[in-house]
């Protein structure tokens, strides 16, 4: 069955870039999306990216997709103590029943100041 | 401002009892979807319906069950609560059907089984 993995812990200091990783199995997923869950809060879409498409740029983030090797990354420049947070990879799978998604494990980002 | 409620932020109950987490989306989305989610395993999908009145199993129905009486509201039920069901329990909701797949969630709440 479908399948997504995420490293469970990575922590970086106030100003470095971070980059979260995520492997997948259904290569047949049309968009692959990056959630971000802050604490005591629910989960809330960060950014996707279309399965057709290499990279998307947003600002502070970046979305880099290699369907060959199934692995989607999301990287965030100039990392804020703000962004501490988890961040879940998500993808649809494609016989997508109401809309269903599939979850990484999530990686939790801690920033020190 | 899109907005998706559940009904407490924690709950404490014991082993045995019926337990009722009730979610409401205020979007009139047609998808709604009940997860729990606990560390090293992220979020796995409980029930999800798709419509009112109806319903499909997720990745892990078993000792649940679920409720869409109304479009905007659905009901996660535990028949009888076991520890094994201490987790947190999130709701979420989406509208329409393929393209980019956005759901929205809840604030979760917080189930602990004594």
Redesign the interface.
Known sequence: GED?E?S?FLSVREGDSSVINCTYTDSSST?L?WYKQEP??????LT?IFSNMDMKQDQRLTVLLNKKDKHLSLRIADTQTGDSAIY?CAE?PVY??????I????TELSVKP | DVK?TQSSRYLVKRTGEKVFLECVQDMDHE?M?W?RQDP??????IY???DVKMK?K?DIPEGYSVSREKKERFSLILESASTNQTSMY?C?S?GG??G????F????TRLTVL
């Open positions: 997504v995420q469970l968009y999306y005591g809060a629910g989960l809330q879409l996707y879940f649809t997508n029943q109401g809309g269903k998604l979850f990484g494990q999530g | 998706v998808n979807f997860y090293g395993l992220g979020l796995r999908l999800f319906s798709y499909e997720g999130l979420a989406r059907s393929g980019r797949n956005e759901q969630f809840g604030p979760g």
